[in-house]
């Protein structure tokens, strides 16, 4: 789940504005919005208490029937749709992205489909559903504070800095000198002087900028009632990021296989096929040619070290003999040496990792590396590997000509994936013009 808001702060305010941002809050969008979130909430608030209460209490009490679980799971099945309308309020005025729990699934036996009575059970099971329940109990008395003290922020704020412009109201229709603040002995002491009237109105302007963050106050604890009982839970988001990694892992594992298969028929394997009909045909022309045998043998020759170079550099491709014997300083030193661009290797690492983050973190290398040779325009560039607590840190850098982006569906973007699924990540700070740093961050796991 994520939360996506626009904040108050400077922050979120263009550049160069004569306006600070605290006194243009009150006329943004954004303050309107959560404002009429909290006056929505009340009356959502009663109908999903009184539905869930109701429904629940109903279903409670007809437990003596057999008609008491069927209400139990209406009631659950109705929170939940409550549930799904409060997302897709907060998602509308707060700017608030909290993905669907889980489906309920049903069990069932064998090949049978899921009765009526294996759903209610999936729901009573259901702690999603549950906390859609919680939710709509304790909802109610946090919003009915919240429209309380928001509406009356609000309201009074604008009411006292606009009080210039309506004050001669109540002298006219009230038979009231002004605002009246307190009353002695029956005499009221009344707003009406010029100087208390802009008094007045400086004292709502400043209510006024003061209440939007009052506002977002009360909305933030709304954000943690949304996410934290109306989306999905912890272990299901964590099995959900792990499915995802996985089938992330496993195109991978699916596109290398691809690609050492290209590699072998394309390469390799035509090279050896093309041998093998050359030193045919010298056998054949041995007694009738010597020399022309011998030729043919010379070019054989030179087709088989071709061969092994390039089984030498697919082997290099799976996995490096001198990243297994030696780690990561001399593979990356390696790495570089065959850049077009003059690298600078920096390893300071107390131990080697695991193996499989080693492989990770050299192929991640080996990729930026080829990115700086082919796209950059780069002079110089830099490799920087170190641990940080229980984390492997690289950084590859140079000074090219920028622009590079993991959003646009690039190779970067491919790689950011496979850090993700083993729990990385890849960061890109590549204006335009350069130079260009990737950071990337891998877990240590020994």
């Known amino acids: 789940m994520a939360t996506a ?82 997302r897709a309020r907060a998602r509308g005025l707060l700017r608030l992205e909290v993905a669907d729990p889980e489906p309920v699934r049903a069990v069932t036996r064998g090949s049978r489909k899921a009765g009526p009575f294996a759903w209610v059970g999936a729901l009573l099971r259901s702690g999603t559903s549950w906390r859609h329940v919680l939710y709509s109990v304790i909802h109610l008395p946090w919003a009915i504070f919240a429209f309380a003290v928001s509406l009356a922020l609000w309201v009074n704020a604008w009411a006292l800095v606009s009080y210039p412009l309506w004050q001669w109201v109540l002298p006219t229709y009230s038979n009231q000198q002004g605002i009246q603040l307190f009353e002695v002995d029956g005499r009221g002491f009344f707003l009406d002087t010029p100087f208390e009237i802009a008094v007045t109105s400086v004292a709502g302007a400043l209510l006024l900028v003061g209440t939007p963050f009052v506002i977002r106050g009360l909305t933030s604890v709304d954000r943690l009632l949304v996410s934290g009982l109306l989306g999905p839970s912890r272990l299901a988001a964590r099995v959900w990021e792990l499915e995802s990694d996985r089938g992330t892992v496993v195109d991978t594992a699916a596109a290398d296989l691809r690609r050492i298969e290209r590699d072998l028929h394309d390469g390799a394997q035509a ?35 071709l061969a092994l170079q390039e089984l030498r550099d697919l082997a290099r491709g799976i996995h490096p003999a001198i990243l297994t014997d030696r780690g990561l300083g001399p593979s990356l030193s390696a790495l570089a040496a065959r850049c077009t661009v003059p690298v600078t290797v920096t390893v300071d690492l107390p131990e080697r990792p695991a193996a499989a983050i080693e492989g990770i973190a050299y192929f991640t290398v080996s990729e930026l590396l080829q990115n700086i040779s082919k796209h950059s325009g780069a002079r110089t560039a830099a490799v920087d590997v170190w641990r940080s607590e229980d984390r492997v840190m690289l950084q590859v850098s140079d000074d090219g000509r920028g622009g590079a982006d993991a959003r646009t569906g690039s190779g970067l973007a491919g790689l950011a994936e496979r850090l993700d699924a083993v729990d990385g990540l890849l960061v890109v700070h590549s204006p335009a013009g350069g130079p260009t740093s990737v950071t990337a961050e891998l877990p240590w796991r020994r």
Do not use: N
């Open 5 to 86: 808001y626009e904040p108050y702060g400077p922050e979120a305010e263009p550049s160069g504005s004569l306006v600070p941002a605290a006194l243009r809050a009150p006329f943004k969008a954004r303050v309107w919005r959560e404002f009429l979130y909290l006056m929505l909430s009340l009356p959502m608030a009663l109908l999903t208490f009184c539905y869930a209460v109701t429904m629940l209490a109903l279903g409670f009490g007809l437990l003596v029937t057999f008609l008491g679980i069927p209400v139990l799971g209406v009631a659950l099945a109705g929170c939940r749709a409550l549930g799904a309308v409060e």
């Open 271 to 305: 090279r050896l096929v093309a041998l093998a009909m050359d030193l045919g045909l010298a056998k054949e022309k041995l007694q009738e040619d010597p020399e022309a045998a011998a030729r043919m043998v010379d070019e054989a020759h030179g087709e088989v070290k």
